[in-house]
């Protein structure tokens, strides 16, 4: 199973990630943590990201699409599967990533949409911001990352309807009914 998630900040993809990655035994790629581990370990990358993420903008293609070639590849070695949290964010990578998936034959089977409204995803953030202190769960950079979710991230998924693999599941609904939707849109979609 190979399944992309396109999603606004907070709508889930971390938390369905992970139950699609134990369900289907497949290697979870996050590309924000990626990020955000170089950052923390004070890396050459981490400092070059470090204020794209700060402001909730995004870092350049370059640099994700070449954690998503390392990660691809990884993937490939250890058994094909995958879900993939944080990309693509825009047209440019959905078309740069199909092209890297391609070239690996490991193109995704599923394009998971999670759906959620801006003010459902503010307060999640906000509540996480108050535990985690993520640097970018602060109100005004909350409303950039949806903002910049709604503007150049959402229109991408009309490439994955046109390609016949676009899964839609409501995501306001407590954690484990979407888990239940999302799962079963995936088996479905395999069988
Ligand atoms: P990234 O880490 O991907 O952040 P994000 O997209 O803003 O998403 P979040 O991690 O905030 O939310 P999520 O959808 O994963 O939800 P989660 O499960 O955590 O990216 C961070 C930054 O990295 C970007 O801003 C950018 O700078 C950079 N970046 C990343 N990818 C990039 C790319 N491709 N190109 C360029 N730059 C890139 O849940 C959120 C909270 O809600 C949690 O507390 C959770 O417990 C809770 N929650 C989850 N589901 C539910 C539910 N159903 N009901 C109630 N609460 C819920």
């Given at each position: 199973?190979?399944?992309?998630?396109?999603?606004?900040?907070?709508?889930?993809?971390?938390?369905?990630?992970?139950?699609?990655?134990?369900?289907?035994?497949?290697?979870?790629?996050?590309?924000?943590?990626?990020?955000?581990?170089?950052?923390?370990?004070?890396?050459?990358?981490?400092?070059?990201?470090?204020?794209?993420?700060?402001?909730?903008?995004?870092v350049p293609d370059e640099i994700v699409l070449e954690l998503l070639r390392q990660a691809l590849n990884?993937?490939?070695?250890?058994?094909?599967?995958?879900?993939?949290?944080?990309?693509?964010?825009?047209?440019?990578?959905?078309?740069?990533?199909?092209?890297?998936?391609?070239?690996?034959?490991?193109?995704?089977?599923?394009?998971?949409?999670?759906?959620?409204?801006?003010?459902?995803?503010?307060?999640?953030?906000?509540k996480r911001g108050e535990v985690e202190h993520r640097t970018d769960d602060t109100e005004p950079v909350?409303?950039?990352?949806?903002?910049?979710?709604?503007?150049?991230?959402?229109?991408?998924?009309?490439?994955?309807?046109?390609?016949?693999?676009?899964?839609?599941?409501?995501?306001?609904?407590?954690?484990?009914?979407?888990?239940?939707?999302?799962?079963?849109?995936?088996?479905?979609?395999?069988?």
């Open positions: 199973m190979r399944v992309l998630m396109v999603a606004p900040p907070g709508a889930g993809k971390g938390t369905q990630g992970a139950v699609i990655a134990e369900h289907f035994h497949v290697r979870r790629i996050a590309v924000g943590d990626l990020l955000r581990r170089n950052v923390s370990e004070r890396t050459e990358l981490g400092e070059r990201v470090r204020t794209h993420l700060d402001r909730g903008e995004l990884e993937a490939k070695v250890a058994g094909d599967g995958y879900v993939l949290d944080g990309i693509p964010r825009t047209m440019t990578q959905a078309l740069a990533a199909y092209r890297v998936a391609r070239s690996l034959d490991m193109t995704a089977d599923v394009a998971l949409h999670l759906r959620a409204d801006d003010e459902e995803l503010v307060g999640r953030l906000l909350i409303r950039r990352r949806l903002k910049l979710y709604r503007e150049v991230t959402e229109p991408v998924l009309a490439f994955y309807a046109r390609r016949g693999i676009l899964l839609t599941v409501d995501a306001t609904r407590p954690v484990e009914q979407v888990s239940a939707d999302v799962l079963a849109g995936l088996a479905a979609r395999a069988a």
